[in-house]
């Protein structure tokens, strides 16, 4: 059997630009951003770009500017030739691979502000992680000139702030959304998983489970606060569970509007969660229809 072909690999702009500049220029490009240690919930992203353009470019990036000191950006998994192998599986044409400091040659002066959809939830936790996602996105597309780029629902927050962003910027560029990709037992596909240990991966299903139950209430016509009180019901009972040497914090369930990220009360919403297990944070969410 002969082996899918790799995609072409690059890490300068330079080499970028060359390679694009080579296209036909009938040919449409689609853009999936990612930072790599690929599972198929990335893979997922190239196939729906796929279908929406016909040469896929990926990168693969591990953006320092969206993590704040103290977090995992040293630790986050980087495996370029594993992903490589990945991408020719779906097609992928263009990796684009390159070094912090061919991203950042110097310090930016100017920088995006994120706006009020970034100071709620992932963003009150994280405060300054959604200025270093538009940045490293706007820098992206504007290095790539896609016609697509399409993001996970897994990231909603990052993804209703590009959509703000392109929108309020004018960015010629459609942002695609792709369904969350899960493993078998419900938990949400991350890179992240790889940290956790065996007891850690069996508590980290609570999460999904807490969403799954909080959209059962909200299909049996329950309200938000019902919807709310079931999805954290699992939460506190899984982390009450004893016998378990792995341990779970809560940082916030929240039932929002997906466009501004602020409470809602009646139609559809965001379930979303975050949580740590053990050293690991993990966030998820569900799409519900409140009545
Ligand atoms: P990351 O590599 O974690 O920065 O994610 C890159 C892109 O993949 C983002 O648009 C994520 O929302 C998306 N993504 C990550 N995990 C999943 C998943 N389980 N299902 C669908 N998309 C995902």
């Not at 929406?52 to 103290?70: C, E, H, L, M, R």
Request: net charge negative; aromatic share 4%.
């Amino acid at each position: 059997m002969t082996q899918p072909q790799r995609p072409q690999l690059v890490t300068t702009r330079a080499a970028l630009k060359e390679t694009l500049q080579s296209l036909s220029p009938r040919s449409t490009v689609g853009l999936v951003m990612t930072m790599g240690a690929l599972h198929a919930g990335h893979l997922s992203l190239v196939e729906t770009a796929r279908e929406k353009a016909d040469y896929i470019v990926v990168s693969i990036f591990v953006n320092p500017t969206q993590f704040a000191p103290g977090e995992d950006f040293d630790a986050y998994p980087r495996q370029l030739e594993r992903d490589l192998e990945l991408l020719a599986e779906v097609g992928a044409d263009l990796v684009f691979a390159p070094t912090p400091a061919e991203i950042y040659p110097h310090p930016a002066r100017v920088t995006l502000d994120p706006g009020p959809t970034a100071k709620v939830l992932e963003g009150a936790t994280r405060p300054s992680h959604f200025g270093g996602v538009l940045q490293i996105v706007h820098k992206v597309i504007n290095l790539v000139h896609p016609k697509v780029a399409v993001f996970g629902q897994k990231d909603a927050q990052q993804l209703a702030l590009i959509r703000q962003m392109v929108e309020d910027l004018d960015m010629p560029v459609e942002i695609v959304a792709a369904p969350i990709v899960r493993e078998a037992d419900g938990l949400a596909m991350s890179s992240r998983n790889a940290y956790l240990s065996e007891a850690e991966r069996k508590l980290a299903l609570c999460l999904s489970a807490a969403l799954q139950a909080g959209a059962q209430a909200a299909e049996a016509g329950e309200g938000a606060g019902a919807i709310l009180k079931a999805a954290e019901t699992v939460i506190f009972e899984a982390s009450a569970a004893v016998d378990s040497p792995a341990t779970l914090k809560l940082d916030y369930i929240a039932l929002v509007d997906g466009v501004t990220f602020q409470p809602v009360t009646q139609g559809p919403a965001v379930l979303a969660i975050a949580a740590k297990v053990g050293n690991t944070r993990l966030i998820d969410n569900y799409l519900v229809e409140v009545k």
